[in-house]
């Protein structure tokens, strides 16, 4: 507090005092003001605190009981989470089993892979020399086929020759069978025919009379050479029967 003044009256000391007064009772007026403006504003402020704490009990509990509840979810979750580990190690167990199974089942086709692959170039190499031999047989057998062809048509021919041959050969024996006839009618003299010559004619016209029923190949080699030399046979068979008959092996009908 500070010194206090002096004063030249006691009325001068009185409104000093009086003024101090005036001050000290609107400090304690502020003060008080104040005072009861904080206890409505403790009282609300309680009162909210109060509010709040209620709320925060509220919450505490249901919070506790929301931690009881996830609690036991935890440890059922935690129990359920074990047994599911326990058959995942199982599980992981079997399928390890299975992958090394599969893993030697791999190599084994992959061993497999590689033998029917090397089997397979086996087989491609064998189907390329197949290939190449069946066109090789191929061009053969269209060059056996163009002969067999061309063979085909000169035995027609030659077939055809044969008949025409034999044809005018019957023909002639049928007029030589007449002339005979007609010699024998007149009984000239006809000298012994050579037995050789008579069996080699009778087979002849045995042979010729059957051709058209026969298609050996021998025989037909034996038939052309029998018609090769059957003129020669004839001529000299009548030159010895008669000088006096004359007979053209070469006339045709």
Not at 127 to 139: F, I, K, P, T
Not at 190 to 213: G, R
Not at 226 to 242: E, N
Request: proline share 3%.
């Amino acid at each position: 507090m500070s010194d206090t003044p002096s004063f030249a009256t006691p009325q001068e000391e009185v409104m000093y005092w009086k003024k101090c007064l005036e001050d000290k009772q609107q400090e304690v007026d502020d003060l008080e003001q104040n005072f009861n403006e904080y206890q409505e504003f403790s009282k609300q402020l309680e009162e909210e605190m109060e509010t709040e704490l209620r709320a925060c009990e509220k919450k505490h509990t249901d919070l506790v009981s929301q931690h009881a509840r996830l609690k036991n979810d935890y440890e059922n979750i935690q129990d359920k989470l074990n047994g599911v580990s326990r058959e995942s190690s199982s599980l992981i167990a079997s399928l390890q089993d299975e992958v090394d199974k599969l893993k030697h089942f791999k190599q084994s086709l992959l061993g497999d892979k590689r033998k029917l692959e090397q089997e397979n170039d086996t087989l491609e190499r064998r189907e390329r020399a197949s290939s190449a031999s069946v066109q090789d047989l191929s061009e053969k057998l269209d060059r056996v086929m163009e002969e067999n062809v061309w063979m085909q048509s000169e035995l027609e021919e030659s077939k055809q020759n044969a008949d025409e041959t034999i044809q005018r050969l019957r023909e002639e024996m049928r007029e030589l069978k007449q002339d005979i006839s007609v010699k024998d009618n007149k009984k000239i003299l006809i000298k012994p025919i050579p037995t050789e010559v008579s069996k080699l004619d009778n087979t002849i016209i045995t042979i010729i009379d059957q051709q058209p029923n026969n298609n050996n190949n021998n025989n037909m080699i034996f038939i052309f050479l029998t018609i090769l030399f059957h003129p020669f046979i004839k001529f000299y068979q009548f030159f010895r029967s008669s000088s006096k008959f004359t007979w053209n092996p070469f006339k045709t009908i």
